[in-house]
């Protein structure tokens, strides 16, 4: 049992520290956006499963030889109300923080979940009565705003698509392409997910630094993932005049040139349309297979280190 | 009625009532989405679909109804740009829920990176 609690502290302790960081600094996740997202939920998943398992299966020491065993006999400890035989202060504590911890992740997990879900129902319905359907393009309405807008609303049984007449104004009928293209990937590869799912582990953690590197790496993933169906579509150079045309004429740019102190911290730290344009223009080649393959297959394993630890009973 | 073509009868009624001066009735409103039926949306409609209708946004607090009067009248509960404000505030807001509820196209962009875009467009 001892084995397998110091490696589950010690996996966690890497996934909590120097693995996001390097990974947050390399540069293949931009030439492999997809794979990078897959190893970012790797990470979260077994971040999160490492953290609790190495606090149950200390906590769980004097109640069995192994997790399965210490499960086991948990609850009849519990309802005798008296401890086994040399448990320890620090072990109690532990199974507390385990359990505690668990539950407090599958909390905000559900709050994130219901709390956006609400918030788009409402906007739902302010768009349904404020903008119109337009006929040519399925699930797209168009408001009648001056402001250049284009953004998607996820739903769960239909995702709309929402342009305003002030973007409408400023592109050409290749430019709205590459948006539509870009926001209808948003929708059909369900993207807002994955987002609050990153968005609740920063919520739960809002003390550890590392859980919002990791949203706003995958903020930047999703959005470089929504681009390369876009291209499917149009030309870079088509997306790219899209991408900058928006970008510079977008209401808080102006609203953010006004503010005095050199606008939100937001802002200056997350560059996304830049770092989007740069990686088309510079037309960073593909992640080769073997190379995403490899990546995947780490990312599967990652997941499969503390599910064995925890599961495999062979461990003493 | 599928819900994209009861979404467009919310919106013709909530037009109705948006231009309206008055409080209107049911039976005004039905009167005005025969009139008007550019959309195709209000072909002959019942006073109860009408009704239906305005229930549905009277439970969703965009419509308010007056019961002291026969038949009942109904008006807008907020002006159509207070609604738009509140959408597009949604939108563009620096609110840290807004990307819980929907994905933009461009997101916030600093000063800047403004500028650095502005002379990439220049000098194409």
């Known amino acids: 049992m001892t084995i397998t609690w110091v490696a589950l502290a010690a996996l966690a302790i890497a996934l909590a520290w120097p693995v996001p960081i390097l990974l947050a600094r390399a540069a ?10 897959v190893v970012w939920q790797a990470i979260a998943l077994t971040g999160g499963l490492s953290m609790i398992g190495a606090l149950l299966s200390y906590g769980l020491t004097p109640f069995g030889g192994n997790m399965v065993e210490g499960l086991r006999s948990l609850p009849g400890s519990l309802l005798a109300g008296s401890l086994p035989s040399g448990s320890e202060f620090s072990q109690m504590f532990a199974l507390s923080g385990a359990i505690l911890l668990g539950i407090h992740l599958l909390l905000t997990l559900a709050t994130t979940f219901v709390r956006a879900e609400r918030s788009r129902r409402r906007h739902r319905q302010l768009v349904t009565l404020l903008s119109s359907p337009m006929p040519e393009r399925p699930d797209t309405r168009l408001i009648d705003h001056e402001a250049p807008v284009a953004y998607c609303l996820p739903g769960t049984t239909r995702s709309v698509t929402v342009l305003s007449a002030g973007l409408i104004a400023i592109l050409d009928d290749e430019q709205l392409r590459a948006v539509v293209a870009h926001e209808r990937a948003h929708a059909t590869q369900r993207h807002h997910l994955v987002l609050l799912a990153f968005r609740a582990w920063r919520g739960s953690l809002p003390w550890f630094p590392i859980a ?16 390369d169906q876009a291209r499917r579509v149009v030309s870079d150079d088509t997306l790219v005049s899209s991408i900058a045309i928006v970008a510079s004429e977008s209401p808080d740019a102006t609203a953010a ?15 996304s349309a830049s770092r989007r344009i740069a990686r088309l ?6 992640l080769a297979l073997p190379a995403r393959i490899f990546a995947v297959a780490c990312a599967i394993a990652l997941v499969a280190v503390p599910t064995a630890l925890l599961t495999g009973p062979a461990f003493r | ?73 109904f008006h807008a509960s907020t002006s159509r740009a207070a609604h738009m404000a509140e959408l597009m505030h949604e939108v563009l807001g620096a609110a840290p829920d807004r990307e819980a509820v929907l994905a933009r196209f461009v997101g916030q962009v600093s000063p800047s990176e403004v500028a650095a875009l502005r002379r990439m467009l220049d000098g194409k």
């Open chain 1, 257 to 271: 040139a006004l503010t005095p102190d050199g606008s939100s911290a937001l802002a200056a730290d997350s560059p």
């Open chain 1, 212 to 227: 919002t590197r990791a949203h706003d790496a995958v903020a930047i993933l999703v959005e470089m993932l929504a681009d």
């Open chain 2, 1 to 73: 009625m599928d819900m994209a073509t009861l979404g467009e009868l919310e919106r013709s009624v909530m037009d109705l009532l948006w231009d309206s001066a008055e409080a209107l009735t049911a039976g005004d409103i039905r009167d005005g989405l025969a009139r008007g039926d550019a959309a195709g949306t209000g072909k002959d409609l019942a006073v109860t679909t009408v009704l239906t209708v305005l229930s549905r946004l009277e439970a969703k607090n965009f419509v308010t109804r007056d019961r002291d009067t026969r038949p009942h009248l």
């Open chain 1, 281 to 286: 223009v510079d037309g960073v080649p593909p």
């Open chain 1, 28 to 37: 293949w996740p931009a030439r492999a956006p997809g794979t990078a997202l």
